[in-house]
């Protein structure tokens, strides 16, 4: 059976086979369960709740998966069938698209934080100049920093692909990381309390207080993937790897092994010294 990342994953996992699936399915043998049974648990849900459709649909996928990998089934995962089928309802998922502060205004806002010596300002160039998300950032721990090699690593258990992820650490970034050294925490970015990282409230309410409501902390990463498009010219697999991005096929990636890191660092140097306002 699956692993959990934490026990609130395993709980959230159960409680969807709960709630959805076992009500129809629970009580049959694994190797009963075909086509009708898993339309049975998804058509209900497809369409009004189509996130909790999905994740149940690979979650009874998993189940059977593994039934089948221990002799209690055999043939083709009913889910794949009824997915290639076309037999469920297309929907249309609503991507919401964070508000970026376009990126030829970063210099000057950059310039503006570079004039505050809060800890959420410095949180705040950290994440620009990263392109990380802010729960990376805030997560962030000396313990994960590399400074000889000018390197941060983010554990696969904080990513949200869930693969380890290695930051280049620019002259910018170590300079921004410097005084950071003086509070003496287990995390870079502490919060007014003690051993605790700063609140996500703390860099929210810094943008307002500065006057970029309007724009979103996540939104500074589709800054970056712009300015490299746009700007840097930088190739598609180099600014998307920055972002921690997957890209390709299933194939693709396997053969594709390497993170990139060098181009990466050379793109987020080149970066850095626009984001700064300073020359190459």
Not at 137 to 161: Q, Y
Not at 191 to 196: A, L, M, P, T, V
Request: a positive charge; aromatic letters at 8%; one cysteine or more.
């Amino acid at each position: 059976m699956p692993t959990w990342k934490n026990a609130k994953h395993g709980a959230q996992w159960l409680n969807t086979l709960r709630d959805y699936a076992f009500p129809k399915i629970g009580r049959m043998p694994v190797d009963s369960i075909g086509q009708p049974e898993v339309l049975m648990c998804l058509s209900p849900i497809w369409a009004d709740k189509h996130e909790t459709a999905r994740r149940l649909a690979q979650r009874i996928k998993t189940v059977l998966d593994v039934g089948r990998s221990r002799g209690f089934r055999d043939g083709e995962n009913p889910v794949t069938a009824v997915k290639e089928a076309g037999v469920l309802p297309k929907v249309k998922v609503k991507v919401t698209h964070h508000d970026a502060m376009p990126w030829r205004d970063i210099p000057a806002f950059y310039a503006e934080l570079e004039g505050r010596s809060a800890t959420a300002a410095k949180a705040l160039q950290f994440t620009v100049l990263s392109a990380c998300r802010t729960s990376e950032v805030l997560g962030m721990t000396w313990n994960e920093v590399d400074l000889d090699a000018r390197l941060w690593t983010i554990p696969a258990a904080r990513m949200k692909g869930g693969v380890q992820h290695r930051v280049p650490l620019t002259d910018e970034l170590l300079r921004v990381l410097e005084p950071m050294k003086a509070m003496a925490s287990e995390f870079v970015f502490e919060g007014q309390k003690r051993h605790r990282p700063l609140s996500n409230m703390s860099i929210l309410m810094l943008m307002r207080r500065m006057e970029r409501g309007q724009y979103t902390v996540h939104g500074f990463r589709s800054t970056f993937r712009d300015w490299a498009g746009e700007e840097a010219g930088a190739p598609r697999e180099v600014a998307e790897a920055t972002l921690a991005h997957q890209v390709g096929s299933d194939v693709e990636r396997a053969y594709a092994r390497s993170d990139l890191l060098e181009r990466r660092r050379e793109l987020m140097s080149h970066w850095s010294f626009y984001a700064a306002g300073k020359k190459r």
